[in-house]
């Protein structure tokens, strides 16, 4: 069983969110770790260091076999306030994601992997633009800088810069935005965000649309979930088998179903040390920073679950304002070949995901997209006719 050691969370200081009055929401920070000692005195302090009044530290310790423990130990003398949570076995990334979820309570949720750190205004930022957006995304996702022996290498990620050089995404106007100023009360001259935070923030962010289908945003520790978002995704049962790519499915999953939006400013730090799973060096241009298949590499099977989630859970989503023509197609724009393919597979099979899942989820799938979007759906992803004809869904009234 793991071992939860809680004590409180963040509380703001005496005066700057009054019982009274309206409190900032609560920032959850969830750090994992997994043989990460030497790093997580510096990722833990960032996070004590935030300008944000109202933040809670949540530590996941990934039954590491370093020097992990003493340095928990020592973290949890200096800040009293910080959660840990101890897991009995290292299973993966993502079952320490969802421990660490379940263990917070903030309407926003920020994950930090132990090697990376947040700059002292990322929280803010992040929040700021939250609240002074028009369109409710369900994450924004900040850049982040690349550092290599405590030095800064790179200022940007380079997924921010193919979005931000070809113009792509869509810039806030005027009217997407209404910069937020939080006031904790007529009688309380206590204001938010201070005098000294760049509200200009707001001219650099582009929006993202839902039907985006590749990586446009920063690795995990850049991005600001609005829980709810969350929890429209964390409860898949497969998803604890999903050893990495958690930060792939839940982008991609929420990004699918509410859109996005990027922060053009560094909110945090990845350190690259030479034990990453990805960008083991800098980024440079037109050369990849990491070795796709490499060992760890699960943002195919990340991309597959993800699939099989929303195809599993489409009468939910329809129910919640899509089409089954806009869900259709927002299936066929996230697919990807089946991870899970063998050699006897068939080889429309092997390249489709959703075609795979249609086929054997047909009965199911056909009442709630109706059988002619879904037969459409199996066609355009390959499935050959005599399988399509060959589908039969349930009879009204059986």
């Not at 290599?148 to 921010?160: H, P, R, Y």
């Amino acid at each position: 069983m793991n071992e939860l050691r809680a004590t409180e969370r963040f509380r703001p200081e005496p005066g700057q969110a009054p019982a009274t009055g309206l409190s900032l929401p609560l920032v959850s920070v969830i750090v994992i770790n997994f043989n990460y000692g030497r790093f997580l005195d510096a990722a833990v302090d960032s996070i004590f260091a935030q300008t944000y009044p109202n933040v809670e530290c949540v530590i996941v310790d990934n039954a590491s076999t370093d020097e992990s423990p003493k340095v928990l130990r020592g973290i949890e003398a200096r800040h009293p306030r910080v959660k840990v949570v101890r897991r009995a076995v290292n299973d993966g990334q993502t079952p320490a994601a969802l421990d660490g979820l379940a263990a917070s309570s903030g309407p926003y949720v920020i994950f930090v992997d132990a090697d990376d750190m947040l700059l002292p205004h990322g929280v803010e930022t992040h929040v700021y633009v939250h609240l002074s957006l028009r369109i409710h995304v369900g994450f924004t996702s900040g850049d982040l800088l690349q550092l290599t022996d405590s030095q800064v290498v790179l200022g940007s990620e380079e997924a921010f810069n193919r979005v931000i050089c070809a113009s792509r995404g869509v810039k806030a106007k005027a009217d997407s935005v209404r910069p937020y100023r939080h006031t904790a009360g007529e009688a309380y001259e206590v204001t938010w965000p201070p005098e000294k935070f760049d509200r200009t923030i707001l001219e650099r962010i582009r929006f993202v649309a839902p039907m985006t289908n590749e990586w446009v945003w920063s690795p995990t520790t850049g991005n600001c979930f609005r829980r709810d978002a969350l929890n429209l995704f964390a409860d898949n049962p497969t998803l604890r088998g999903l050893r990495t790519g958690t930060d792939l499915y839940f982008c991609l999953g929420v990004n699918a179903i509410t859109g996005s939006v990027l922060i053009d400013d560094a909110v945090g730090v990845y350190r690259m040390h030479g034990g990453n799973i990805f960008s083991k060096r800098p980024q440079l241009h037109n050369v990849l920073a990491y070795q796709a298949g490499c060992p760890g590499d699960s943002n195919a099977q990340a991309k597959a679950v993800l699939i099989d989630h929303l195809i599993e859970r489409a009468a939910f989503f329809l129910q919640r304002g899509w089409t089954a023509f806009d869900y259709a197609r927002l299936l066929r724009r996230l697919d990807c070949s089946d991870p899970d393919a063998e050699a006897a597979t068939p080889r429309w099979s092997a390249r489709s995901r959703v075609a795979t899942e249609l086929v054997k989820r047909f009965p199911s799938v056909a009442p709630v997209l109706g059988p002619l979007i879904a037969r459409g759906l199996m066609f355009v992803s390959g499935v050959p006719w005599l399988r399509i004809l060959a589908a039969k869904a349930p009879r009204k009234g059986i």
